[in-house]
């Protein structure tokens, strides 16, 4: 096996406990605990993997600074932040982490959406403050409800299976269908606009991709309920941010659950914190220990058969 130069960013002591094992076999493995610029990054040129987490991007300034490099691999689902473009003409592969996020996601969907109905973070608040407000806090149920899950891949249709599981009739959109999915689970694929008409609750799982880049968008919201409640636990860019805020501003969205961003972290000036009706998160949907393990897990397995000559399951470029 071939020593090789790797390069690990956004690295924590976990994962630089899974990732000691090279350096045990004779690799040489170099850590950035936290986010590179592109100019920092582009200082490693000798590098022959680079691992990177979702906040570092990896641009075509990157990829041509590092000539030696072979394999980018994510420890990430989205490849959003990689210029796959840049590293197909340069002969370099790309692979991801698929299938982590299917419970942390979905689990997380749910934790937003129960803190909205419920009153969860502002009930917190006043009992911390010594006050005892009940009546201020009178929640809605989830029972009953038409729950609209845009997207149905693995993460989507889980949270299908969840959303019936408290009671509600769900509806779901994707250009891919997962027909066996739906009658198992018992959901029924709409059209996108019947979806915002009928929904009481809209929940986002789709990746970011030209066509679905705000989807989510002034016109979209025109469609919704009155008083829809909005989860994103997917990609921040999906939804048109400006359009949320005025939407939630007038009461159209009476609700929002948000664990993503077009801008992460937010901007000092965002409204978003200021609002009562929102509840956010800094990207930890996916972030449970189990899920971090599996990461780290798929992406040593990854590096190894790559080293090995082999080509990677989760090669995608």
Excluded at 24 to 31: A, C, I, K, P
Excluded at 74 to 90: F, K, L, W
Excluded at 156 to 163: D, L, R, S
Excluded at 223 to 251: F, H, S, W
Aim: charged content about 25%.
């Amino acid at each position: 096996m071939i020593m090789s130069r790797i390069l690990v960013t956004e690295s924590n002591p976990r994962a630089k406990t899974f990732f000691s094992s090279l350096e045990r076999e004779g690799h040489q493995v170099v850590y950035i605990d936290g986010v590179p610029t592109e100019d920092e990054l582009s200082l490693y040129k000798d590098i022959n993997i680079l691992s990177v987490f979702v906040n570092t991007k990896v641009t075509e300034k990157v990829v041509q600074a590092m000539p030696d490099l072979k394999l980018i691999i994510t420890r990430s689902t989205g490849i959003d932040h990689i210029n796959t473009r840049a590293a197909t003409e340069s002969k370099i592969a790309v692979a991801n982490v698929p299938g982590y996020g299917v419970a942390p996601v979905a689990e997380h969907t749910f934790a937003l959406l129960l803190s909205l109905l419920r009153n969860v973070v502002r009930a917190d608040t006043s009992v911390r403050s010594s006050l005892w407000e009940s009546y201020k806090f009178q929640g809605t149920d989830i029972l009953g409800k038409t729950f609209g899950v845009i997207g149905t891949g693995a993460i989507g249709t889980n949270v299908c299976k969840i959303a019936k599981g408290f009671g509600a009739s769900v509806i779901a959109y994707d250009v891919i269908k997962r027909e066996d999915a739906a009658k198992e689970i018992g959901f029924t694929y709409v059209e996108l606009d019947e979806l915002y008409r009928k929904s009481d609750i809209i929940s986002l799982h789709i990746p970011l991709l030209k066509e679905t880049q705000h989807l989510v968008n002034a016109d979209a919201l025109a469609k919704m309920k009155d008083g829809v409640i909005i989860i994103n636990t997917a990609r921040g860019p999906i939804m048109d941010y400006k359009a949320l805020v005025e939407a939630l501003k007038a009461g159209k969205v009476g609700g929002a659950g948000l664990d993503v961003f077009e801008s992460e972290p937010l901007e000092p000036d965002s409204e978003l914190p200021r609002l009562k009706n929102t509840v956010l998160t800094p990207h930890i949907a996916w972030y449970t220990v189990e899920a971090e393990i599996y990461i780290l897990e798929q992406t040593l397995n990854t590096i190894r058969e790559f080293l090995a000559g082999k080509t990677p399951k989760n090669i995608i470029t």
